[in-house]
Nanobody, 122 residues
């Protein structure tokens, strides 16, 4: 069992930055690929970014490439999402997830956090 807790969300103006964190507890964090997903009101939960167990491979959805960066610190059992040049369309609840394989599909992740709200508005 893995417990995931996200933090770092909030209200930010367009063009601003936020860093989301996801702290993991339970079974060995380094055994899991990690992903970030988001869900806007009335929309499906969508893939944002993912990182392999050892950080050697990262995936991003096209709309965030060059603006959002996923990273992890296995010594701290934490995965991060650095969000720069934020746009109103980035507004959503952001979820982190842990799974045994690196994938862009939400069905590939076993454990989920409760989510943190990110609102981009002037």
């Amino acid at each position: 069992q893995v417990q995931l807790v996200e933090s770092g969300g909030g209200l930010v103006q367009p063009g601003g930055s936020l860093r989301l964190s996801c702290a993991a507890s339970g079974r060995s964090f380094s055994n899991y690929a990690m992903g970030w997903f988001r869900q806007a009101p009335g929309k499906e939960r969508e893939f944002v970014a993912a990182i392999s167990k050892g950080s050697s491979i990262t995936y991003y959805t096209d709309s965030v490439k060059g603006r959002l960066t996923i990273s992890r610190d296995n010594a701290k059992n934490t995965v991060y999402l650095q969000m720069n040049s934020l746009k109103p369309e980035d507004t959503a609840v952001y979820y982190c997830a842990a799974g045994s394989i690196l994938t862009r599909t939400k069905d590939g992740y076993t454990y989920w956090g409760q989510g943190t709200q990110v609102t981009v508005s002037s």
